[in-house]
C-alpha cells in the first residue's frame, strides 16, 4: 500500500489548506462551537448546571448547617455528573473525526493530570505537605488543559 502511496502523498495539508475549527469555543468551552443543535444544547445546559450550583450555594448558605451541609456536599456531585452525562451525548452526536479529536485530546488530558498529581504528589510526601494535599475542585483546573490539548489536536486535523 506504501509503495502505491507514498506517505507525503497521503498527507493532505498544504499552504492553502486550514483548519475551520473554532480555536476560541475549543479554548473556551471544549467543543466545536454553537453551530449545531447538540452543540447549542451541551453549552444551554452546561450554563443551567453551572447556575444551579452556583445559586445552590447561595441557597445552602442560608438554610440551617445541617441541611446546607447537605446541599453543599451533593450539589457539585450532581451538577458535575449531569454535565458529564451531557458531554457524553454530545459526543455521541459528533462525527466520527470530531468524536476522534474529542477523545484523543481527553486522554492527553488524563495523561497530563496524572503526571502533573505524580509530581506534586511526590514534593508533597517528600517535604511532608499535608496542608496542601489536593483538593477534588482542582480537578477542575484540568479543563482548560483539556481544552489546550483540543486546540493542539484539533490542529493536526
Not at 452546561?46 to 451541609?69: E, K, N, R, S, T
Amino acid at each position: 500500500f506504501q509503495h502505491c502511496f507514498p506517505v507525503d502523498a497521503m498527507r493532505t495539508t498544504s499552504d492553502q489548506d486550514t483548519t475551520t475549527w473554532p480555536g476560541s469555543s475549543l479554548l473556551v468551552w471544549g467543543t466545536f462551537g454553537t453551530s449545531t443543535p447538540e452543540g447549542r444544547r451541551y453549552h444551554r445546559r452546561c450554563c443551567l448546571a453551572l447556575g444551579v450550583l452556583f445559586v445552590g450555594y447561595f441557597i445552602a448558605a442560608g438554610l440551617p448547617p445541617a441541611a446546607g451541609d447537605i446541599v453543599t456536599a451533593v450539589l457539585p456531585g450532581a451538577m458535575f455528573g449531569f454535565i458529564s452525562w451531557e458531554f457524553r451525548r454530545y459526543l455521541n452526536a459528533l462525527d466520527e473525526l470530531a468524536r476522534r479529536i474529542q477523545l484523543e485530546a481527553l486522554a492527553w488530558t488524563y495523561l497530563t493530570g496524572l503526571t502533573i498529581s505524580s509530581a506534586l504528589g511526590g514534593v508533597m510526601l517528600a517535604y511532608d505537605l499535608r496542608p496542601w494535599f489536593p483538593n477534588p475542585f482542582w480537578f477542575i483546573l484540568l479543563e482548560p488543559i483539556r481544552g489546550l490539548w483540543l486546540y493542539m489536536v484539533s490542529r493536526r486535523y
